[in-house]
């Protein structure tokens, strides 16, 4: 007779091998989420396109076509507890691409994605309103963790600063060298902009899972958030347009039908499903070391197959940091999570009953 350890130990390696081909899933559709970056990068840069008006257009086809997907109008009403706090998530969401697209033109892809990584400040913020006094200490070093990688981000540890063969191949032939230099010498003060964005990001999730309580119900509200968020930047669009120059508008690209294609459809809603997947099957919230980790691996992909100025020791120093300090800020939530996972075990029930962490990390 198989004693209740060990049978505990074959159903997790079953679930491990049952979650594999999610995890390979969770991993491309990572990769073509940043491939989007990449291509919305390398977009605005050749053409000097408004970063406002570039997203307003990529999210108004995604949001009608989450809105035939999900139907919010169908099914159980939604009340209005509901839809206002949804909508209020809808500005926040809007105010998040306005504010991550300006960090993305100005501090380059990497540092962009990587800050998003920064909503891990709220699992500080937890501990010291709702956590215990004696995990605080663990919480504060990994804030100060992630403040140092993000630190070494700016100072340009992931780029090489003195390749100059490197930089000839770039794939944005028409930017100068200037630009190679303007990156390399960002503070601190810069890095603000993509670091508040993914504060903002971590914040749109805690309020989307606060109010949706069920996985169909949380797909609906999010087609109802994504229609706010557009509605929201509607007129901002309007008047960057109207205000603005841009010289390179009437520039053909041959890649730009790929930069509005790619971004709405993989950097915004099959990143949604995507994550989804995550959260609900595999449990793995976005600010995480694992999603951190495939996160990285696809980004060093990107750097070089688009011969970037890129740094790989630098890089990894600044993700291991970054990691480390999401790793302490969530230690408390972390460890009531495996607390749940485990004694679900023991009763038999599998790990799709987990539950997940009040806020997000």
Same mark, same amino acid.
């Given at each position: 007779m198989m004693s209740p350890r060990q049978v505990s130990e074959d159903r997790g390696g079953s679930s491990q091998f049952r979650h594999t081909p999610l995890q390979i899933i969770h991993f491309i559709g990572n990769f073509m989420r +940043?491939? &989007?970056?990449?291509?919305?990068?390398?977009?605005?840069?050749?053409?000097?396109?408004?970063?406002?008006?570039?997203?307003?257009?990529?999210?108004?086809?995604?949001?009608?076509l989450f809105l035939i997907l999900q139907k919010p109008w169908k099914g159980r009403p939604l009340s209005?507890?509901?839809?206002?706090?949804?909508i209020i998530n809808g500005g926040i969401t809007a105010l998040y691409f306005i504010i991550w697209g300006k960090g993305l033109k100005s501090c380059g892809p990497v540092r962009a994605i990587l800050a998003e990584y920064s909503g891990a400040v709220l699992g500080v913020l937890s501990a010291v309103l709702y956590g215990r006094k004696g995990h605080l200490w663990k919480k504060v070093g990994g804030l100060i963790a992630m403040l140092a990688a993000f630190y070494l981000l700016a100072q340009g540890w992931a780029m090489h600063c003195c390749d100059c063969e490197l930089n000839l191949d770039l794939p944005l032939k028409d930017s100068p060298d200037d630009e190679v230099q303007t990156e390399q010498v960002l503070g601190m003060t810069e890095m603000v902009v993509p670091i508040f964005a993914g504060i903002l990001s971590a914040l749109r999730r805690v309020i989307a899972r606060r109010v949706s309580l069920k996985n169909q119900l949380k797909r609906r509200l999010h087609a109802v958030t994504l229609a706010s968020a557009t509605c929201f930047l509607f007129p901002v669009a309007?008047?960057? *347009?109207? +205000?603005?120059?841009?010289?390179?508008s009437s520039v053909e690209l041959p890649f730009s039908t790929w930069a509005f294609f790619s971004t709405s459809f993989f950097g915004v809603i099959l990143i949604f499903?995507?994550?989804?997947?995550?959260?609900?099957? @595999?449990? *793995?919230?976005?600010?995480?070391?694992?999603?951190?980790?495939?996160?990285?691996?696809? !980004?060093i992909v990107m750097e070089i197959v688009y011969? *970037?100025?890129?740094?790989?020791?630098?890089?990894?120093?600044?993700?291991? @940091?970054?990691?480390?300090? !999401?790793?302490?800020? $969530? &230690?408390?939530?972390? $460890?009531?999570?495996?607390?749940?996972?485990?004694?679900?075990? &023991?009763?038999?029930?599998?790990?799709?009953?987990?539950? *997940? &962490?009040?806020?997000? $990390?």
């Open positions: +940043i491939w &989007s970056v990449y291509s919305m990068y390398r977009y605005l840069n050749q053409t000097g396109a408004p970063v406002i008006l570039f997203l307003f257009c990529c999210l108004v086809p995604a949001s009608i209005n507890q509901q839809v206002v706090p949804s309007m008047w960057n *347009m109207i +205000i603005g120059s841009p010289s390179g499903y995507v994550d989804s997947i995550a959260e609900e099957r @595999l449990h *793995m919230v976005f600010s995480s070391p694992r999603h951190l980790l495939a996160a990285g691996g696809c !980004i011969k *970037m100025d890129f740094s790989l020791p630098g890089f990894l120093i600044c993700c291991l @940091l970054l990691g480390f300090g !999401i790793y302490e800020a $969530t &230690s408390l939530e972390r $460890t009531r999570k495996d607390s749940f996972q485990n004694s679900d075990l &023991s009763n038999g029930v599998l790990g799709d009953q987990i539950q *997940m &962490s009040s806020l997000p $990390t």
